[in-house]
């Protein structure tokens, strides 16, 4: 029997719930995660909250932004973690982002999950090697939230020419490095419109050497 994971589905209650404005320098945290190698990394670094009814939701680093953890577990299991993915997509009033944990044994599963985060459902995805990285990297986002936001009085609602999230996930392509990251983003405006963009058009942006690296992170092949 398939399983249908497409957007078009008859909305339904997003089981992803916020425990109202999560404070400056915060991190809430499922409750499933007290105790962990993840949360011990963020110790002394960021305050953390532990809430025992996030929905599919994982983490919170700020009000807006939502965090889903997919372990190596999980991708070794099967699909049944798409369709918490398919749920946050739902929220429209949050930000997704996706945790990968890519180790030897979960990387033959990676390839597919990139797809799906990244081209079906437009979300940002990120991935790291162990929990212990990935509390290292949710405190950047929690002190990048904070920067981005220094006065709470003053509410500007644009979106960023340049999310930090996004940025971070086109810089993971080899050799690429920051400066032509952005300059792909600046171009493209997305990582779907990197992804789409031809060898040919990214030339131009980051040199013919560059725009192969991207190509070949991007659709998964080997350099």
């Not at 044994?105 to 940002?124: H, I, N, R, T």
């Amino acid at each position: 029997m398939s399983c249908d994971f497409s957007l078009s589905t008859q909305p339904q209650p997003t089981p992803a719930r916020i425990p109202g404005r999560v404070p400056p320098g915060h991190l809430v945290s499922a409750e499933k995660w007290r105790g962990s190698d993840l949360i011990a990394a963020t110790k002394g670094k960021v305050k953390v909250t532990f809430e025992d009814d996030l929905g599919v939701v994982d983490f919170h680093s700020s009000s807006e932004t939502a965090i889903i953890y997919v372990s190596e577990n999980d991708m070794v299991a099967g699909t049944n973690y798409k369709r918490k993915l398919v749920k946050l997509r739902k929220a429209n009033s949050m930000k997704g982002i996706v945790l990968v944990e890519k180790t030897p044994v979960s990387v033959q599963y990676f390839p597919p999950l990139q797809k799906f985060v990244v081209l079906e459902l437009g979300m940002v995805l990120l991935f790291v090697t162990s929990q212990t990285e990935a509390g290292s990297l949710l405190v950047q986002m929690v002190k990048g939230e904070n920067s981005a936001a220094p006065n709470p009085f003053k509410v500007k609602r644009r979106a960023p020419p340049l999310d930090s999230a996004v940025l971070s996930t086109v810089q993971l392509v080899p050799k690429l490095g920051g400066v032509k990251a952005r300059a792909l983003l600046d171009k493209f405006g997305s990582i779907k419109g990197i992804v789409q963009a031809t060898e040919e058009e990214l030339i131009p942006v980051v040199g013919k050497a560059n725009a192969k690296h991207v190509k070949a992170f991007f659709n998964h092949k080997t350099s």
